[in-house]
């Protein structure tokens, strides 16, 4: 159980396009979601963490009008990357908590989008 | 801010040497810690996880780790390593300071190599 997925997989896009990323919860409901960067050879970096229904709080020095997240449902949480620019190519990452689990820290991950900008 | 070092940035073995990757976390407060792995092209799976009791805890594929309050330390061990753990190791800590608190720090990661 607690499978995480993440749709697409990896995405080429041109600058100044906005890129959508969904993140979905398969057998469990998520009441917290997290977002994060990783760049190469680096850890995850948290750019935000989403609770269902309401707005996400964001890292400090992570643009919110530049990533939109929207978590509308207890199993899906969205990211996008709105005029996105060749600096943004990364490797997005997204988790899952449930109500109990996700209170001890405890997150379940998706395998991450590969957004590469031209 | 807590934060948390991984020493060792890329470590080499030989099949059936035994590993051990530090893990020390900066927070006053009570932590639960987590041992993350990262295969190569697969996502972020848990190995193993403390919240409370027995600070030696046990994960999944032979590994263990131990926590030690006295060191703000949670080394990752494993006896024998087999090429199949070549991967990309990440030690994460969550303050337990109570309801609501879902935020994980992660290390920058320790990179092992495993030769056959």
């Known amino acids: 159980g607690a499978v995480v997925s993440q749709h697409p997989s990896w995405v080429i896009c041109k600058s100044g396009t906005s890129v959508k990323i969904e993140c979905r919860s398969l057998d469990f409901q998520a009441t917290t979601m997290f977002w994060y960067r990783q760049f190469p050879k680096q850890s995850l970096m948290l750019m935000a963490t989403s609770n269902e229904g309401s707005k996400a709080t964001y890292e400090q020095g992570v643009e919110k009008d530049k990533f939109l997240i929207n978590h509308a449902s207890l199993t899906l949480s969205t990211l996008t990357v709105t005029s996105a620019h060749p600096e943004d190519s990364s490797f997005y990452i997204c988790s899952a908590g449930s109500g109990v689990r996700s209170g001890r820290g405890e997150q379940f991950f998706g395998p991450g989008t590969r957004l590469t900008v031209l | 801010a807590q934060s948390v070092s991984q020493h060792n940035h890329h470590v080499i073995l030989s099949e059936a040497a035994s590993l051990e990757l530090g893990c020390n976390y900066s927070?006053?407060?009570?932590?639960?810690l987590f041992w993350y792995v990262q295969y190569p092209g697969q996502h972020l799976q848990l190995l193993l996880k403390y919240f409370s009791g027995d600070p030696l805890v046990k994960g999944i594929k032979g590994f263990e780790a131990e926590f030690i309050k006295s060191k703000f330390s949670f080394n990752l061990r494993k006896p024998s390593v087999q090429w199949s753990d070549t991967a990309e190791y990440f030690c994460?800590?969550?303050?337990?300071?109570?309801?609501?608190?879902?935020?994980?720090?992660f290390g920058k990661g320790t990179k092992l190599s495993v030769i056959p």
């Open positions: 994460a800590v969550n303050p337990n300071s109570g309801a609501g608190s879902y935020q994980l720090t």
């Open positions: 927070y006053g407060g009570t932590v639960n």
